[in-house]
């Protein structure tokens, strides 16, 4: 069955420290792929998208993905963590055509100060 | 941007009611919308796609009836809660794209409070 998933529900990360936050899919084929970001009592923001080329994709506030085909795997990083960057992460898959998203789980980060 | 507003951000009624949530496209054509519901620390769940000026495709579960979907224009798309009652006190947001390669925009969401 076609799937997405995000392995930790919960992550906790010093500011200033590195960030990546884990996404795994299902699919026959190489989906497109993207990150949102969910601040409480929100909707959505997109962070960045990849649909096909580089597989390193640099998308807002300083975040970027790597999709790795081998590992159908699209991870989110950051190297520095800022505080404001406490939300709740979702991975979502779209197989092809129609825009309809698939999401994960999603993953809820908290920054220590 | 692509901006998506989606009105009211909040709605607090009586079980029976029943409940209009817009959302609009302020700055592109929308010709698919999507409606999802969000339980509380879970993910977002499609509960239809909906087309400019044809009929709502839901997802398997969702009652259409409950749940009436309208596209009239490639910028406006309303979801009515019908008879609303305690379960249905959920989260909805509704995302718009252009289509294509574009990705879905999301609204701000409407929290559903039913007594």
């Known amino acids: 069955a076609q799937s997405v998933t995000q392995p930790d529900i919960h992550i906790t990360v010093s500011e200033g420290a590195s960030l990546e936050l884990r996404c795994n899919y299902s699919y026959g084929a190489t989906p497109y792929l993207f990150w949102y970001v969910q601040s409480p009592g929100q909707g959505l923001q997109l962070l960045l998208k990849?649909?096909?080329?580089?597989?390193l994709v640099q998308g807002i506030k300083g975040f970027e993905a790597e999709f790795k085909r081998s590992q159908s795997s699209f991870n989110l990083r950051k190297p520095s963590v800022h505080w404001s960057d406490a939300a709740e992460y979702f991975c979502a898959v779209e197989p092809g055509g129609g825009n309809k998203l698939t999401f994960g789980t999603g993953t809820q980060l908290k920054v220590e100060l | 941007g692509a901006v998506v507003s989606q009105h009211p951000s909040r709605v607090i009624c009586k079980s029976g009611t029943s409940v209009k949530i817009e959302c609009r496209s302020l700055?592109?054509?929308?010709?698919?919308m999507f409606w999802y519901r969000q339980f509380p620390k879970q993910s977002l769940m499609l509960m239809a796609t909906?087309?400019?000026?044809?009929?709502?495709?839901?997802e398997q579960g969702v009652e259409k009836d409950k749940f009436l979907i309208n596209h009239a224009s490639l910028t406006l798309s309303t979801l009515t809660v019908t008879s609303a009652h305690p379960e249905d006190s959920s989260f909805y947001i509704c995302s718009a794209t252009p289509g294509g390669t574009q990705p879905q925009h999301f609204g701000d969401g409407t929290r559903l409070s039913i007594l």
């Open positions: 990849y649909f096909s080329g580089d597989t």
């Open positions: 909906s087309n400019e000026g044809s009929k709502a495709t839901y």
């Open positions: 700055d592109f054509q929308a010709t698919t």
